[in-house]
């Protein structure tokens, strides 16, 4: 079954870095594209980034363009989400995921914050 385990997540000042991963098992990772997404606390959940399958195409949502990068491994099943010029409007918990999605994992807190 498909499974995702998002890490990297913390506490930091605004203005810091951090470098989400999610690493994915039960599906050939290396032909679906992924997606970060974010929650802040009481909002819905919104798509953060995505990159294809091969890497080729690369969307990020208006609010972290210039700031995130999103990567992928694909050697490694794994996604990565590096964070840069963090505001506290970034304080949310992330996830990865496919499309078609499938189980989300327990996601990963990231508090930007003096």
């Known amino acids: 079954q498909v499974q995702l385990v998002e890490s990297g997540g913390g506490l930091v000042q605004p203005g810091g870095s951090l470098r989400l991963s999610c690493v994915a098992s039960?599906?050939?990772?290396?032909?679906?594209?992924m997606y970060w997404y974010r929650q802040a606390p009481g909002k819905g959940r919104e798509l953060v980034a995505s990159?294809?399958?091969?890497?080729?195409?690369?969307y990020y949502a208006d609010s972290v363009k210039g700031r995130f990068t999103i990567s992928r491994d694909n050697a490694k099943n794994t996604v990565y989400l590096q964070m840069n010029s963090l505001k506290p409007e970034d304080t949310a918990v992330y996830y990865c995921?496919?499309?078609?999605?499938?189980?989300w994992g327990q996601g990963t807190l990231v508090t930007v914050s003096s």
């Open positions: 990159i294809t399958s091969t890497g080729g195409n690369i």
């Open positions: 995921n496919r499309w078609p999605p499938g189980a």
């Open positions: 039960g599906f050939t990772f290396s032909t679906y594209s």
